[in-house]
Nanobody
Framework: QVQLVESGGGLVQAGGSLRLSCAAS????????FGWYRQAPGKQREWVAS???????TLVGFVQGRFTISRDNAMNTVYLQMNKLEPDDTATYSC???????????WGQGTQVTVSS
């Protein structure tokens, strides 16, 4: 069984920073890649960033230059460093991890990020 637990959300002013963490437990060796989605109220969930076990990263265009995704393999933790936050970044951010054994995506419970103007 796999569990993903996020932390680090909160309320921040525009221009501020937050770092989200996603700690994985269970069969973590069966997971690749990890990443983050977000969903704002009244909007569809959208992919934000991914990182492979090898450390290759991809980020959606509207966060490039502001967000960074990284991972600590020894700690089975993935991070999303968010800088220069904007009110449009307000959303619930959810960590995900894809199974390498079968087509399945594990999800965390989500963490709320609110950016005030």
């Amino acid at each position: 069984q796999v569990q993903l637990v996020e932390s680090g959300g909160g309320l921040v002013q525009a221009g501020g920073s937050l770092r989200l963490s996603c700690a994985a437990s269970g069969r973590t060796d069966s997971l690749n890649p990890f990443g983050w989605y977000r969903q704002a109220p009244g909007k569809q969930r959208e992919w934000v960033a991914s990182i492979t076990r090898a450390g290759d990263t991809t980020l959606v265009g509207f966060v490039q230059g502001r967000f960074t995704i990284s991972r600590d393999n020894a700690m089975n933790t993935v991070y999303l460093q968010m800088n220069k936050l904007e009110p449009d970044d307000t959303a619930t951010y959810s960590c995900f991890a894809n199974s390498v054994d079968f087509p399945y995506k594990y999800w965390g419970q989500g963490t709320q990020v609110t950016v005030s103007s």
